[in-house]
């Protein structure tokens, strides 16, 4: 209880003794036929007067007590149940019931929204949760003076909030919505340090329709939550980007669902498939490792390349688990060649940039390469160069601990950012691989030919192996070999192969036929 409770409290228990006191004095006197006074000058009387007084301010007291414990339970209830404790609004389950209110009311048209501040987790990391809440705090007080009545909003989780506001057309919701962002995006750090804390947002829309509101009450409830499902993956459309901030969930966005239900089940159910494409030194045509690729064997699909599920999974979080599942299968993978007797080369896997910024990224790694107990130098680890706008000091802190493991770090993709030689300058990788489409546009021609000759240098006089892929031509290798490059991958030599055809045709010495 608050302490001005307290105070207020006692000062009416002292008023209810005075009270009763004189009031009892008055009664007293009167029955006794004397003459009525406040106090008495019967100090008996005043001592019974006194403990009267008391015992009926101590039980009113008491009873006022037990009302307000009562009160305050159920206030607490209700703010555990339906109030964020971050930023003080309501939370989801308060979003779910008075979205249900108004639109059961049927009197407008409404747009439900999920906003996002973008790259939250990364804000947590960099400037900590005090930081980070107060972001948080911020944006819900900007949402909050931005919301009308009959309108409804919510922090849901983490950096997102929820919002239904009336729509009218596409083109109005989207211009509020941006001057909300825009409002957002002017944060400043109320602290002296130096250090910026840029922070935007964005918008994933679905607007509610009539087929959407039902006249149960429990229908309404269990539907709220597929509205704004709906609108998350319409956010993951705009979600890390900043050309567009806003999205608006439409039939091609719909046709994603078969992906989203299906992830986890196609995981427990071994619908991911991992293949392998084989490295060669470019010198000798030896095989020398292999590239960790993932296919989909949806059962229902079929097969699915890459570029069909893997882009959705970098939005929605779960390349996360499917990261870890590639390498883990490598880990088998290795582990069981080592039973055999066979010498492992070395496997690259691909990381999402998302593992960076994880806390227990680098234990978990450590924890899978101990179950199997593979050597860390069999596994290389493959980040691609956009990673390290995200943030130096951590990316860097993150690769030391990697390499203080064992692990090789690859930076792929090279040549596909905006400032490659930093990163070189910044980043101690092991592999530098030499990006696909950039070798394409470069190779024909003299000036071409100079670039990726400098590039190869370079990497040689800072001890960085290259690796050139998607090499498909006979001319192609002829420059790389020229020039110097350590390993090349791509159709020239070999195409990417299940596991078994992998160990059966290169691990155990048949000659791959397109050498």
Same mark, same amino acid.
């Given at each position: 209880?608050?302490?001005?409770?307290?105070?207020?409290?006692?000062?009416?228990? *002292? %008023?209810?003794? /005075?009270?009763? +006191?004189?009031?009892? #004095?008055?009664?007293?006197? =009167?029955?006794? @036929?004397?003459? &009525?006074?406040?106090?008495?000058?019967?100090?008996?009387?005043?001592?019974?007067?006194?403990?009267?007084?008391?015992?009926?301010?101590?039980?009113?007291?008491?009873?006022?007590?037990?009302?307000?414990?009562?009160?305050?339970?159920?206030?607490?209830?209700?703010?555990?149940?339906?109030?964020?404790?971050?930023?003080?609004?309501?939370?989801?389950?308060?979003?779910?019931?008075?979205?249900?209110?108004?639109?059961?009311?049927?009197?407008?048209?409404?747009?439900? *929204? %999920?906003?996002? /501040?973008?790259? +939250?987790?990364?804000? #947590?990391?960099?400037?900590? =949760?005090?930081? @980070?809440?107060? &972001?948080?705090?911020?944006?819900?007080?900007?949402?909050?003076?931005?919301?009308?009545?009959?309108?409804?909003?919510?922090?849901?989780?983490?950096?997102?909030?929820?919002?239904?506001?009336?729509?009218?057309?596409?083109?109005?919701?989207?211009?509020?919505?941006?001057?909300?962002?825009?409002?957002?995006?002017?944060?400043?750090?109320?602290?002296?340090?130096?250090?910026?804390?840029?922070?935007?947002?964005?918008?994933?829309?679905?607007?509610?329709?009539?087929?959407?509101?039902?006249?149960?009450?429990?229908?309404?409830?269990? #539907?709220?939550?597929?509205?704004?499902?709906?609108?998350?993956?319409?956010?993951?459309?705009?979600?890390?980007?900043?050309?567009?901030?806003?999205?608006?969930?439409?039939?091609?966005?719909?046709?994603?669902?078969?992906?989203?239900?299906?992830?986890?089940?196609?995981?427990?159910?071994?619908?991911?498939?991992?293949?392998?494409?084989?490295?060669?030194?470019?010198?000798?045509?030896?095989?020398?490792?292999?590239?960790?690729?993932?296919?989909?064997?949806?059962?229902?699909?079929?097969?699915?390349?890459?570029?069909?599920?893997?882009?959705?999974?970098?939005?929605?979080?779960?390349?996360?688990?499917?990261?870890?599942?590639?390498?883990?299968?490598?880990?088998?993978?290795?582990?069981?060649?080592?039973?055999?007797?066979?010498?492992?080369?070395?496997?690259?896997?691909?990381?999402?940039?998302?593992?960076?910024?994880?806390?227990?990224?680098?234990?978990?790694?450590?924890?899978?390469?101990?179950?199997?107990?593979?050597?860390?130098?069999?596994?290389?680890?493959?980040?691609?160069?956009?990673?390290?706008?995200?943030?130096?000091?951590?990316?860097?802190?993150?690769?030391?601990?990697?390499?203080?493991?064992?692990?090789?770090?690859?930076?792929?993709?090279?040549?596909?950012?905006?400032?490659?030689?930093?990163?070189?300058?910044?980043?101690?990788?092991?592999?530098?691989?030499?990006?696909?489409?950039?070798?394409?546009?470069?190779?024909?021609?003299?000036?071409?030919?100079?670039?990726?000759?400098?590039?190869?240098?370079?990497?040689?006089?800072?001890?960085?192996?290259?690796?050139?892929?998607?090499?498909?031509?006979?001319?192609?290798?002829?420059?790389?070999?020229?020039?110097?490059?350590?390993?090349?991958?791509?159709?020239?030599?070999?195409?990417?192969?299940?596991?078994?055809?992998?160990?059966?045709?290169?691990?155990?010495?048949?000659?791959?036929?397109?050498?």
């Amino acid at each position: 209880m608050k302490t001005r409770d307290w105070v207020v409290r006692v000062f009416f228990g *002292v %008023v209810i003794w /005075i009270g009763v +006191f004189f009031l009892t #004095n008055i009664v007293i006197s =009167f029955f006794n @036929g004397g003459k &009525i006074s406040l106090i008495n000058r019967d100090y008996q009387i005043n001592a019974l007067a006194a403990l009267a007084g008391l015992f009926l301010s101590i039980t009113i007291l008491l009873i006022l007590n037990l009302i307000g414990i009562k009160k305050n339970d159920k206030r607490i209830i209700f703010e555990m149940a339906y109030i964020d404790k971050v930023t003080g609004i309501g939370n989801k389950n308060k979003f779910i019931i008075d979205s249900i209110d108004i639109l059961l009311k049927k009197e407008n048209k409404y747009a439900a *929204v %999920v906003l996002e /501040i973008c790259n +939250f987790e990364v804000i #947590n990391e960099l400037f900590g =949760f005090e930081e @980070g809440n107060a &972001i948080l705090k911020y944006t819900a007080n900007i949402i909050k003076e931005n919301v009308f009545e009959d309108e409804a909003f919510a922090r849901a989780s983490a950096g997102k909030f929820n919002l239904l506001i009336k729509y009218d057309d596409d083109e109005g919701v989207k211009t509020r919505l941006e001057m909300i962002m825009d409002d957002i995006s002017e944060y400043k750090r109320n602290d002296e340090s130096n250090s910026k804390c840029s922070v935007s947002a964005c918008c994933g829309i679905y607007i509610v329709n009539d087929e959407d509101i039902y006249e149960s009450y429990s229908e309404m409830e269990f #539907n709220i939550s597929h509205i704004i499902g709906r609108a998350k993956f319409a956010l993951l459309e705009v979600s890390g980007k900043y050309i567009n901030r806003c999205a608006f969930y439409n039939e091609e966005i719909r046709s994603q669902f078969i992906y989203e239900s299906d992830m986890e089940y196609a995981l427990k159910n071994n619908e991911f498939v991992v293949y392998i494409q084989p490295k060669y030194d470019i010198k000798d045509h030896k095989l020398t490792g292999g590239e960790a690729l993932v296919r989909w064997n949806h059962h229902e699909k079929g097969f699915l390349p890459p570029d069909k599920f893997v882009p959705l999974f970098e939005k929605n979080g779960f390349i996360v688990d499917l990261d870890m599942y590639v390498f883990e299968t490598v880990c088998k993978m290795q582990r069981r060649w080592m039973d055999m007797g066979v010498d492992p080369v070395r496997i690259s896997v691909n990381q999402s940039r998302m593992h960076l910024f994880k806390r227990d990224y680098v234990d978990t790694l450590k924890g899978i390469l101990d179950k199997y107990n593979v050597p860390a130098e069999l596994i290389e680890l493959e980040i691609t160069e956009t990673v390290a706008f995200e943030s130096m000091d951590v990316i860097s802190e993150v690769l030391k601990r990697l390499h203080d493991i064992g692990f090789k770090i690859s930076m792929d993709d090279f040549g596909s950012g905006y400032s490659s030689l930093n990163m070189l300058k910044n980043l101690n990788v092991d592999v530098l691989k030499i990006d696909k489409g950039f070798f394409e546009e470069t190779s024909n021609t003299k000036r071409g030919q100079d670039i990726i000759e400098s590039i190869i240098d370079m990497a040689s006089k800072l001890g960085i192996e290259t690796v050139a892929e998607g090499v498909e031509t006979l001319e192609q290798v002829e420059l790389l070999q020229g020039n110097g490059c350590d390993v090349a991958q791509g159709y020239f030599y070999a195409m990417p192969m299940p596991i078994d055809e992998y160990e059966a045709k290169e691990l155990i010495g048949k000659k791959n036929d397109n050498i």
